[in-house]
């Protein structure tokens, strides 16, 4: 069974082959189902796609979920469940009350493939199959647990301790011999109430919906067990990290001996306190960021930084910007161990003094190149155009002054290679942080001795019909930049909770400094705060 999810099918489960345990129920024209022999179930809840234009506080589908999903019910022998055709943002299958008041055939069908799963005396296992939108070559994986550093935290479990180490150590043991990753709940625990995983955890075994009730009480009574799996881009898009992945799950949920029978405790017996608590929050080293202009011309350029989110928690963004209207990106969230200006995650690494007088930056990783520069304007439309790229990047930088220095190394993508020697510029304090709108310029002169830093929330960037861009002139400055034109634009919209927005831009510039006639490449980023 092959699914494209770029292209939803137009046909539902009903123009597939026969299945058993659906024959009762009124299988919506979205869904695909699959008949297995084995105790699995694998559902794909956000395979299908927006086809209207973007609005505010749309979510973004899933990606080759649908098609993943479809490729491991063939592997394990499994059934399945698969989401193809339907927006998420008409009704979110993975939402405990969408499923139950728009579309509790889904839940029905849930129930009678778990009855047909375990009709031969095994416990089940529901493998919900999603989407991180990280470019990371990591599976995190949501049982209603966090883990960060040794330590489990969580309350509502959605497979028993047993299925946990065993199934799901497996699942990590499986990646990490293919040189990919497996966390537990490093971002999606699966853990809260409405989460369609939390169907398992027993937690709604009053639920005034019967088919709510009716699943929570089958795992309370130890007879399912479900996990998430969030799978970052790199394992989602075609490629040898994809094949690995399937190859990994596939490996981890071999059949053994003894295991998936029928406890004789009820699984959820684990329960009966809580795994753990979460540290309390301790103040957190300030981020730290780099951007730089990478070719003299300005066709190039460098936005990246790091920061810490928890006690045990970071993450990094590196963003590569060119004239030609592409970009690529990397950005992800992993552990962190504490040490300061250490940040490390999936192939990239970066370690800075504590003065972030000195940084050095290594990665061989995989970016997302996207065509356009306005893919975070509709996030869905952008990823569905975007490839994954290989990328080797070794860059030190040594301050000369107190916000500014030399940058030297190399960027290796496509098999090409470009070596970097230039002024960068670093700054303090997370992205996450800071409610002032601003904007700030930064541009070096032809010969790289001249330096201009502007941070005054009082400076303009106006756009023109003819593409240029004119700054209003601080006197006080001893070059002040008079006149600037962007070549290349970035613009990306983030939600900041209780009802504020940032909209960040960010980019390259020609500059012109002082009295002189001469352009120079610069850089500029302006927040504002809505």
Same mark, same amino acid.
């Given at each position: ?158 497979? @028993?301790?047993?299925? #946990?180490? *065993?199934?799901? &150590?497996?699942?990590? $043991?499986? !990646? /990490? =011999? +293919? ?119 300005? @066709?190039?350029?460098? #936005?990246? *930084?790091?920061? &810490?989110?928890?006690? $045990?928690? !970071? /993450? =990094? +963004? ?123 310029? #930064? ?88």
């Amino acid at each position: 069974m092959s699914l494209d999810p770029l292209h939803p099918p137009k046909t539902s489960g009903a123009g597939t082959a026969p299945v058993s345990w659906a024959a009762q129920v009124a299988v919506p024209r979205y869904l695909t189902l699959r008949e297995g022999h084995r105790p699995i179930i694998v559902v794909a809840p956000h395979g299908g796609r927006r086809l209207r234009p973007i609005r505010r506080g749309d979510s973004v589908n899933d990606l080759y979920t649908a098609e993943m999903a479809a490729h491991l019910a063939e592997r394990l022998g499994a059934h399945a469940i698969i989401n193809g055709g339907l927006d998420r943002n008409e009704i979110d299958l993975n939402r405990i009350s969408h499923l139950a008041a728009k579309a509790p055939e889904v839940l029905a069908l849930l129930l009678t493939a778990i009855d047909a799963a375990g009709a031969g005396g095994e416990v089940p296992l529901v493998l919900f199959v999603h989407g991180w939108n990280m470019v990371l070559a990591c599976c995190d994986v949501g049982v209603g647990l966090r883990r960060r550093g040794p330590r489990l935290s969580g309350r509502h479990p959605t497979l @028993s301790r047993g299925r #946990f180490e *065993g199934t799901i &150590a497996d699942l990590e $043991h499986e !990646m /990490a =011999a +293919r040189q990919l990753t497996a966390s537990i709940g490093r971002r999606y625990a699966a853990s809260g109430r409405d989460n369609a995983a939390q169907l398992f955890s027993g937690r709604h075994h009053d639920h005034e919906d019967a088919l709510v009730a009716r699943l929570a009480r089958l795992s309370l009574g130890g007879r399912v067990d479900a996990a998430q799996l969030e799978l970052g881009i790199a394992l989602r898009w075609p490629g040898w990290r994809r094949d690995a992945c399937i190859d990994a799950i596939v490996a981890a949920l071999e059949p053994r001996a003894g295991s998936g029978r029928l406890p004789v405790a009820p699984a959820r017996n684990w329960l009966e306190a809580p795994i753990g608590e979460e540290e309390p929050a301790a103040p957190l080293e300030r981020g730290f960021s780099l951007q730089a202009v990478l070719q003299r011309d300005g @066709s190039a350029a460098l #936005f990246c *930084g790091v920061e &810490a989110t928890s006690a $045990h928690s !970071m /993450a =990094a +963004r590196f963003c590569f910007v060119f004239a030609d209207g592409t970009m690529m990106l990397l950005v992800g969230e992993g552990d962190w161990d504490g040490r300061a200006g250490h940040y490390s995650l999936e192939g990239a690494s970066w370690v800075s003094s504590p003065d972030a007088g000195r940084i050095r930056i290594s990665i061989r990783a995989p970016f997302i190149r996207y065509p356009t520069h306005d893919a975070y304007l509709d996030l869905e439309a952008g990823l569905s155009r975007a490839e994954l790229v290989d990328a080797q990047v070794e860059l030190s930088y040594e301050a000369s002054a107190e916000k500014h220095g030399r940058l030297h190394g190399h960027v290796v993508f496509d098999g090409r290679r470009m070596d970097i020697g230039a002024v960068a510029f670093t700054d303090r304090g997370g992205r996450r942080g800071g409610d002032a709108s601003r904007v700030r310029v #930064f541009a070096a002169a032809a010969d790289e001795t001249m330096i201009v830093a502007v941070r005054d929330d009082t400076l303009e960037i106006c756009d023109a019909e003819d593409g240029t861009a004119v700054i209003r002139t601080i006197p006080e400055l001893a070059a002040p930049l008079r006149e600037a034109r962007i070549i290349a634009r970035v613009p990306v919209w983030r939600p900041l909770g209780e009802g504020r927005f940032a909209r960040w831009t960010f980019g390259i510039a020609q500059c012109r400094l002082g009295a002189g006639d001469e352009w120079v490449a610069g850089l500029f980023d302006s927040l504002e705060i809505f």
